[in-house]
């Protein structure tokens, strides 16, 4: 499986000292499905509490569009992405869920998580008139 890593790069968290959520919405994935070769299309949110480093944008585009020409299953996939982002940017937590245009009369979502050793997320505060 080739390595798509040189892509990417990252910057240093300006807020170190603080919890707070990166949300990535990348609605054009494509890869191939492993059996027949045709095209997978799949919307992918990235969400994820930095520790010292965070995702540079152009690099995540060039490292997400890599993926083009490859035949890999959907689970593989997901699962794939979250262990190349938790390798190199360690977070606090990460969420990535994909989703996956219909194939064979059946959409699919995965999601996967990494949760850094010790971490607990602050308490979620509701606001009046919030649903």
């Not at 890869?31 to 690099?59: H, N, R, S, W």
């Not at 390798?87 to 009369?105: C, H, Y």
Request: hydrophobic residues 35%; charged residues 20%; contains cysteine.
């Amino acid at each position: 499986m080739p390595d798509h890593t040189h892509y990417l790069d990252t910057f240093e968290n300006p807020q170190h000292d603080t919890d707070y959520t990166i949300r990535l919405h990348i609605p054009e994935f494509t890869c191939l499905c492993p059996l027949t070769g045709q095209p997978d299309f799949a919307e992918f949110l990235i969400e994820y509490v930095p520790d010292k480093l965070c995702m540079e944008l152009k690099a995540l585009k060039l490292y997400m569009s890599s993926f083009r020409n490859e035949g890999l299953f959907h689970e593989a996939i997901t699962n794939r992405i979250l262990s190349d982002f938790v390798a190199l940017l360690k977070p606090r937590f990460m969420r990535i869920t994909a989703d996956f245009n219909v194939r064979g009369g059946i959409y699919t979502q995965v999601t996967a998580e990494h949760r850094q050793d010790g971490w607990q997320p602050a308490t979620q505060v509701t606001l009046p008139g919030e649903l």
